[in-house]
């Protein structure tokens, strides 16, 4: 780590692993993120949460252990690298308070790659079982309440119709996550 900067430690949140069919064993994720030079590598649950220290950027992290993957499993991921204060602004941001307090697990925050080419108005009309959308710091906020597995809003139709690229956690994990870069 050596760079004369000093170590940050950040949440990488991997895009599209362990879903249909594209598998990344954690335990290879923190094998490859310390072979990439990440400091200390935990992972979190197994869908593609990791935690590590950085003296880079947040998107020369992402970058560094996207290529790593790919380099060592051909596995091409996006990889959003978020610190302690954009975790605890998305959380400090959240519109959907009662959901988040009542069922954590139908609460989404779609971490995104850039900032969106569109409205949200856009996704409106894909909401037809109850659930709501609202913009975020870096990300939209994302209520399902019958679960969204049932729901015709997914991240790849989001994607789609704003143009940009996003990684879905649901509200217990970004918790969690923000819990561990808290201290």
């Not at 900067?5 to 990488?12: K, L």
Request: charged share 20%; hydrophobic share 50%.
């Amino acid at each position: 780590m050596g760079s004369g900067q000093p170590v940050i430690r950040v949440a990488g949140l991997l895009r599209a692993v362990n879903v249909g069919g594209r598998k990344l064993l954690m335990a290879d994720l923190k094998r490859i993120a310390a072979a990439a030079g990440m400091d200390a590598p935990t992972t979190l649950l197994a869908s593609g949460n990791v935690l590590f220290g950085t003296t880079l950027d947040l998107d020369a992290a992402g970058d560094a252990l996207a290529a790593a993957i790919f380099a060592d499993l051909g596995l091409k991921t996006d990889v959003l690298v978020r610190d302690h204060a954009q975790l605890a602004a998305v959380a400090a941001g959240n519109p959907f308070v009662r959901q988040a307090a009542e069922a954590p697990n139908r609460l989404m925050a779609l971490f995104l790659t850039g900032t969106p080419q569109g409205d949200l108005e856009m996704l409106r009309g894909d909401c037809v079982a109850g659930e709501e959308i609202a913009a975020g710091p870096g990300c939209l906020y994302m209520w399902f309440p019958d679960g969204a597995g049932a729901s015709k809003l997914s991240s790849a139709l989001i994607e789609r119709r704003l143009k940009v690229r996003g990684t879905a956690r649901n509200w217990n994990t970004v918790g969690k996550l923000t819990a561990l870069l808290a201290g």
